[in-house]
């Protein structure tokens, strides 16, 4: 099975700055056929189902705000929100989905607001 | 709009069973993989079954394999998950969710995710 390790489990930022979340697979993810990495980032407010942020590692879900980003290749992956606002407090997970189940989630980073 | 809605949750005891259901509407139901991701309480996701389009192709955790069954019904866009021999772990919040977007190579992640129903398993 891939492990999915985030980094990490908790961070604290001040309004307006950046939040960097890491995100480590055992294996690679990059789908070879389409050269698309099959890594998501999904945000979890207390009380929601999560709500789907990023897939193919960097592509923003219609409807996300782009001061979400995603960025890595292969085995390493970070998403970054470029300002922080009040309203992105939440609990991030990455997620692969490469061929075939099962289909890991990283444990979570707590985002919190400093 | 795309909607899924789970059903089915309660208490029950170890040992019993129990049925959960997700009323799909506004999509092709049939055209696309379904999947169970269950969170227990405070803790991460874990992704537990996958269906495929037809039914005809299914998968699930080790950690459930042997004692839960997916399933489908296209005529009826529901989805299913058959609890049986239940555990006091696997205790959660048991979501419906789609897979987003259609054929390997289009994958793009697990969209939308219904709101979850609560299975606790306690004696």
């Known amino acids: 099975d891939i492990v999915m390790t985030q980094s990490p489990d908790s961070l604290a930022v001040s309004l307006g700055e950046r939040a960097t979340i890491n995100c480590k697979s055992s294996?690679?993810?990059?789908?070879?056929?389409?050269?698309?990495?099959?890594l998501a980032w999904y945000q979890q407010k207390p009380g929601q189902p999560p709500k789907l942020l990023i897939y193919?590692?960097?592509t923003r879900e219609s409807g996300v705000p782009d001061r979400f980003s995603g960025s890595g290749s292969g085995t390493d992956f970070t998403l970054t929100i470029s300002s922080l606002q009040a309203e992105d407090v939440a609990v991030y997970y990455c997620?692969?989905?490469?061929?075939?189940?099962?289909?890991?989630f990283g444990q979570g980073t707590k985002l919190e607001i400093k | 709009q795309v909607q899924l809605v789970e059903s089915g949750g309660g208490v029950v005891q170890p040992g019993r069973s129990l049925r959960l259901s997700c009323a799909a509407s506004?999509?092709?139901?049939?055209?696309?993989?379904m999947h169970w991701v269950r969170q227990a309480p405070g803790k991460g996701l874990e992704w537990v079954a996958l269906t495929s389009p037809d039914g005809n192709i299914k998968d699930s955790a080790d950690s459930v394999k042997g004692r839960f069954t997916i399933s489908r019904d296209n005529s009826r866009n529901t989805l299913y998950l058959q609890m049986n021999s239940l555990r006091t772990e696997d205790t959660a919040v048991y979501y419906c969710?789609?897979?987003?977007?259609?054929?390997?190579?289009?994958?793009?992640?697990?969209?939308?995710w219904g709101q979850g129903t609560l299975v606790t398993v306690s004696s």
């Open positions: 969710v789609r897979d987003h977007g259609l054929g390997m190579s289009a994958r793009r992640g697990f969209d939308p």
């Open positions: 506004g999509f092709t139901f049939s055209a696309f993989p």
């Open positions: 997620q692969q989905y490469y061929s075939t189940p099962p289909y890991t």
């Open positions: 294996h690679s993810v990059l789908y070879s056929a389409n050269n698309k990495n099959f």
């Open positions: 193919w590692a960097s």
